[in-house]
């Protein structure tokens, strides 16, 4: 018995992806590219603003955390994924998977509240710009970060403390590729009522009021930019709102398609593939989207190759 929740699992068996056996192999070699993607795009975006100071503004200050936590997100799953296809495995521990739980919370509600962060700094940029380096200053985007993890880490730290609470005595099978937390609860045989009340109230706190936030913002820069209507005013909405609004596009697209509207008890692949999705492709194409359709990033890119050549 496992000390303080009555559990006698000490493992799970995690069936993975709706893959035949003999097609493992390749689609092991795409998910390692498309993380290795997620990991070098992302760290070269951390690079560049890092290295270019005319990208040191908060729009890229929040921009290299969420390229940091999309790098951290994707490494709570996608290794042990690809540990399991290539050693043609299924287990992953008790404590493994409690605590892949608890990042994979945590980095995604971080992604939630650093998206609504960059939301209002392109607020304050298209209806305040006279008054954006006093509205958005240092010591603001700091404290907008701070605030960023410690809601992250009480969220997902009450989650995970809940989840320990629980039984695990009969079946340890999770039709998934990882630990998914409403999946472990309809493993339990606890009673999870409590579980399922903090998961509506907290997702209200991480999820919904940041996606309103987001749209509030969005709605006052289309506002704004149409009682001043003209071809270069739309055009400066577009260049510096369109990377944004494609990432928030494909992070919230993925999580109203798996969790508000599931599928049903016989029919799960549909589940798991959403959340390849949200684990895998959305963060590998965060870098795309923001270097090819953000000048100042592709600026950056070209300075820094220029440097590399002319020391060569």
Known sequence: MRRGNQSSVSEFLLLGLPIQPEEQGKYCALFLAMYL??????LLIILLIR????????????????????ICFSSVTAPKMLMNLLMQTQSISYTGCISQVYFFLLFGDLDSFLLTSMAYDRYVAICHPLHYTTMMRQSLCF?????SWVLSFASALLH???????SFCGDNTLPHFFCDLSALLKLSSSDTTINQLVILTVGVVVITLPF?????????????????????GICK????CGSHLSVVSLYYGAIIALYFFPSSNNSKDK???????????????????????????????????RRGSFSA
């Open 37 to 42: 993607t997620t990991v070098l795009g992302n």
């Open 51 to 70: 290295l270019d100071s005319r990208l040191h503004t908060p729009m890229y200050f929040f921009l290299s955390h969420l390229a940091l936590t999309d």
């Open 143 to 147: 404290l907008l970060v701070i605030v």
């Open 160 to 166: 995970t403390l809940l989840l320990a609470q629980l």
């Open 212 to 232: 309103i936030c987001i749209l509030i913002s969005y709605i006052y820069i289309g506002v704004s930019v149409l009682r001043r209507p003209s071809i270069k």
């Open 237 to 240: 909405a577009l260049s510096t």
């Open 271 to 305: 589940d798991v593939i959403v959340s390849v999705l949200y684990t895998l492709v959305t963060p590998m194409l965060n870098p795309f989207i923001y270097s090819l359709r953000n000048r100042d990033m592709k600026g950056a890119l070209r300075n820094i190759l």
